[in-house]
């Protein structure tokens, strides 16, 4: 009985070998399967460096004066509209335009950390045709019944679209800001330049051309275009229609007459 069963054993210890050899014979010859990489590679992103032209900023106390159609001049802005600043978005995005000496602010992001050293600044006319309703009224925000609205200093207006140079009245249509700014992804640099819109008889387009030198390597960036502007077209025989909003303490809107041929002491009819 003994002898069975020891016999028994050793049939099923030698099948057990054989069968462990013959899987590791298998595992030698079969190729071996590579397991599915959970992720893709992305190429690196090439660097990448752009401008932007957009409104200048406007200091919480400033006012503003832009010219707009007589609809729009008269129209009621939207009630979450309470700061000169969102009364100024709304009216451009309406259809108002600037006038005079307009503040511009350029941005220049990156898609890597690098310094920018100098930026070009160049206004040129554009010939696309103005298709909007005429702006012949000022419309313009005060932040309180108190404020004054801006003007630039003289040397602030730097860049002039239209006109040509003379040696009685240089046209500067260009000009370089020297100061470095430092860019990284998601931190831009940002400029202010001031652009004089004046010597036009009606509306008109410009565009904002941007030359950037960035680590002593000259980069041209076209930045902008068309953007769209019109003389302010009063003077000593004509007083354009004037709305004025003022937002504080609460909004109130006052619409006054043009006045045609005024003489001294001469008031506009207001409502």
């Known amino acids: 009985m003994r002898t069975g069963v020891r016999r028994t054993l050793i049939v099923v210890v030698c099948f057990a070998a054989g069968f462990l050899v013959s899987r590791a014979v298998r595992w030698e010859t079969e190729p071996a399967t590579t397991p599915p990489t959970p992720w893709s590679t992305v190429p690196a992103q090439e660097p990448r460096i752009d401008a932007r032209v957009a409104p200048g900023a406007l200091d919480d106390g400033a006012g503003w004066v832009l010219m707009a159609a007589e609809d729009l001049a008269r129209a009621e802005p939207p009630d979450d509209v309470v700061d000169c600043g969102g009364l100024r978005d709304w009216a451009l995005r309406e259809g108002a335009v600037p006038a005079g000496n307009a503040p511009h602010s350029i941005e220049v992001t990156a898609n890597y950390r690098t310094t920018v050293q100098t930026v070009h600044v160049r206004v040129l006319p554009d010939p696309t045709p103005y298709s909007g309703k005429p702006p012949t009224v000022r419309l313009a925000c005060l932040p309180r019944p108190d404020a004054v609205l801006p003007f630039p200093e003289p040397d602030a207006a730097r860049v002039k679209v239209n006109g040509e140079p003379s040696l009685l009245d240089p046209v500067q249509k260009q000009t370089t800001l020297y100061r470095p700014h430092e860019v990284r992804p998601r931190?831009?640099?940002?400029?202010?330049?001031v652009v004089d819109l004046t010597g036009s008889t009606g509306?008109?387009?410009?565009?904002?051309?941007?030359?950037?030198?960035?680590?002593?390597?000259?980069?041209?960036?076209?930045?902008?275009?068309?953007l769209f502007a019109t003389e302010d077209g009063g003077g000593m025989g004509y007083w354009p229609a004037t709305a004025t909003w003022t937002m504080s303490p609460s909004r109130t809107h006052v619409y006054c007459e043009p006045v045609t041929n005024p003489t001294p002491g001469t008031e506009p009819t207001c409502t």
Not at 187 to 193: D, I
Not at 203 to 226: H, L
């Open 203 to 226: 509306p008109f387009a410009y565009r904002v051309e941007i030359d950037v030198v960035e680590q002593n390597e000259f980069r041209g960036r076209a930045a902008s275009g068309p």
């Open 187 to 193: 931190s831009p640099a940002e400029l202010e330049v």
